[in-house]
C-alpha cells in the first residue's frame, strides 16, 4: 500500500468512526428527565393512575364494583358497572379447590370513555373457620380472595388513548362484620397518548403498581357506585422517546369518588405535589399544590 492509498484509507476509516459515532450519540435517549418537563410529568402520572382507579374508564374500580356486588349476591354473573354491556359470561367451578372462574367481555361507552375490555377473575369464599365454601352464604362467609387480569384492548377519552393489561389480587376480610376490608395490589402495564393541553400528543409506555392497605369498599349514597375509603401507594415507571421518569404517589380515598394524590419526583428533584382525581369518571381534576 502506497503513502497516498494508505493516507486515504487512514482518512476514510477516522470519517467513517467519526458518523458512526455521531449517529450512535444521536439515536442514545437522554435519560435525565428535563427539568421543565418535571411538573407536566407528574400531571401525567395523575392521569393515568386515575384512568387506572376510575369505574368509567376501565380501571380497577370497575373490579371493586365487582367484588361488591359479589359480596352483596354471591355471583358475578351478569355483572356490569353502570353503562356497561357484558358481551358474554362464562362461569367454572372447582370443587376441589372451591375456585370459581368467571370470564366477561365487556363494553362501556359512559361518554368520556369508551373502552372494550376481557376481565378474567378468580375467586374463592371462605367461611370463618377457614373452610372454602362453594357458595357465597350471608352471615357465613367472612372472605373472599380474588384474582383479576385484564385485556383493555382500546380506551377513547377526553384526556388520554390507552392500550394495556392489568392484573389484581385482593383479600377481602371482615365481611360477616359489616365493614369488609380490602388488601392487596393492582398492576398495570401499557402506552398512551395524551390529549391534554400541558401533554398533548405525548406517547410513552408506562408501568403502575399500586398497593391497597387495609381500604373500605363503600356503596355511594345513590347505591348506584362502588368507591374505597382509605390509602394506598403506587409506584410508575415511563419510557419517552427521550428520556425515562419515575414518581412514587400516597394516594387518599375520600369514599365519595374522590382521591388525593401526593405525588413524589424519585428520579429527579424530589418534589411532592398534591392532585386530585374523580375516581368514579377516571379524570385528572386539578392540582392543589
Known amino acids: 500500500m502506497d503513502k497516498f492509498t494508505k493516507a486515504f484509507f487512514t482518512a476514510f476509516i477516522a470519517a467513517a468512526t467519526l458518523t458512526i459515532t455521531s449517529l450512535l450519540m ?13 411538573a407536566y410529568d407528574s400531571e401525567a402520572t395523575a392521569d393515568i393512575t386515575a384512568s387506572s382507579l376510575g369505574n368509567e374508564s376501565g380501571g380497577a374500580g370497575v373490579s371493586f364494583a365487582d367484588v361488591s356486588t ?7 354473573s351478569g355483572i356490569i358497572s353502570k353503562g356497561g354491556v357484558p ?31 376481557t376481565i378474567v377473575y ?62 392487596g395490589s393492582y398492576n398495570r402495564t401499557g402506552s398512551v397518548t395524551f390529549n391534554t393541553p400541558n401533554n398533548k400528543s405525548r406517547h410513552f409506555s408506562y408501568t403502575l403498581n399500586l398497593n391497597f392497605t387495609n381500604d373500605t369498599i363503600v356503596k355511594s349514597s345513590d347505591g348506584k357506585h362502588t368507591y374505597l375509603k382509605g390509602t394506598a401507594t403506587s409506584d410508575f415507571s415511563a419510557t419517552t422517546d427521550k428520556y425515562d421518569f419515575q414518581r412514587h404517589t400516597d ?3 375520600d369514599g365519595e369518588g374522590m382521591a388525593n394524590l401526593v ?15 374523580d375516581v368514579k369518571v377516571g379524570k385528572w381534576i386539578r392540582k392543589i399544590r
Not at 171 to 183: A, D, Q, R, V
Open 26 to 38: 444521536v439515536g442514545c435517549k437522554n435519560t435525565t428527565e428535563p427539568e421543565e418537563n418535571q
Open 70 to 76: 359479589l359480596m352483596d349476591k354471591g355471583s358475578l
Open 87 to 117: 358481551n358474554s359470561v362464562d362461569a367454572t367451578y372447582d370443587s376441589t379447590t372451591g375456585l370459581h372462574t368467571i370470564t366477561v367481555d365487556r363494553s362501556i361507552n359512559s361518554g368520556a370513555f369508551s373502552f372494550d375490555d
Open 122 to 183: 378468580k375467586y374463592t369464599f371462605f367461611d370463618a373457620s377457614g373452610q372454602f365454601v362453594k357458595n357465597f352464604q350471608k352471615g357465613t362467609t367472612d372472605k373472599i380472595v380474588i384474582n383479576v387480569s385484564k385485556v383493555r384492548s382500546l380506551e377513547k377519552g377526553e384526556r388520554l388513548d390507552a392500550d394495556d393489561a392489568a392484573t389484581g389480587n385482593w383479600t377481602i376480610t371482615g365481611i360477616t362484620s359489616g365493614t369488609p376490608i380490602l388488601n
Open 251 to 253: 394516594i387518599t380515598f
Open 263 to 277: 405525588i413524589t419526583r424519585t428520579n429527579a428533584d424530589g418534589q411532592s405535589e398534591t392532585h386530585e382525581i
